[in-house]
């Protein structure tokens, strides 16, 4: 029998709110054994200081500049080469298709089916789990109880014994959650199909060199175990 570990899982979004003009949007998280987190911050922390940063940088996908590419390439590596660390991303081509009418759901509500949707491939028993959020608006704390709910509820962890916790942190104050930005960054602006800025094509370039041509814009075989993600289409979606 495999003993119990518990498992940190840092997550993000990007362009996930309804109207906000921006059609592709992405859920992501990085995650590994809670006793490893420690010494994968220090390396983060290490990196950025060879590259001339302060400790307490954060790394953001919106900060990537020609400037910092050197750095940010090599944070991507520290991410692949490191196989203590692993990533769940899903991804929605184009959120104008859909249509929560015809479901009879709010968007928050399919918002918080599409969280469990990413997440649930990383859950395995007997393991245990704890979720970390970055802090996004003054809502955050009922959105963090309402998904911890949902989650357990999926799970059937009606005592919370395998969902530990949920729990908002901030992101500069995470280097685990800062790869989590950058990863799902990379997703949206390949999803979008942007090519305005060299630097994060240089990052989409990294990344598909190492992992595949498509491992941004296609759904993971099931083999996929280190960079998995899913490209998830309403009912009547097209292509």
Request: charged share 25%; net charge neutral.
């Amino acid at each position: 029998m495999t003993d119990p570990r518990i498992f940190n899982v840092y997550c993000d979004e990007s362009c996930h709110l309804e109207n906000d003009g921006i059609a592709a949007m992405a859920w992501g998280a990085v995650y590994c054994q809670e006793s490893e987190t420690r010494a994968i911050a220090e390396d983060i922390r290490a990196l950025k200081a060879q590259h001339g940063l302060s400790p307490s940088f954060e790394a953001k996908w919106t900060k990537i500049s020609p400037a910092k590419v050197g750095f940010y390439l090599a944070l991507v590596d520290l991410f692949l080469d490191d196989e203590r660390l692993r990533f769940r991303g899903l991804v929605v081509p184009d959120k104008t298709q859909l249509n929560h009418a015809q479901f009879e759901q709010t968007h928050d509500e399919w918002y918080y089916k599409m969280y469990f949707t990413m997440l649930r491939p990383i859950f395995c028993a007997p393991h245990r789990y704890r979720i970390y959020l970055d802090v996004k608006d003054t809502r955050g704390g009922p959105k963090t109880r309402q998904l911890h709910d949902v989650l357990a509820n999926a799970l059937y962890d009606f005592d919370r014994e395998s969902l530990e916790r949920v729990q908002q942190v901030r992101s500069h104050e995470s280097e685990l959650l800062q790869i989590t930005d950058i990863l799902i960054g990379a997703l949206t602006y390949a999803n979008r199909g942007l090519t305005t800025s060299p630097a994060k094509a240089a990052m989409l370039a990294r990344l598909r060199e190492r992992l595949g041509p498509n491992v941004l814009t296609r759904t993971s075989g099931f083999s996929a175990i280190k960079f998995n993600m899913l490209v998830w289409r309403g009912q009547g979606a097209t292509e």
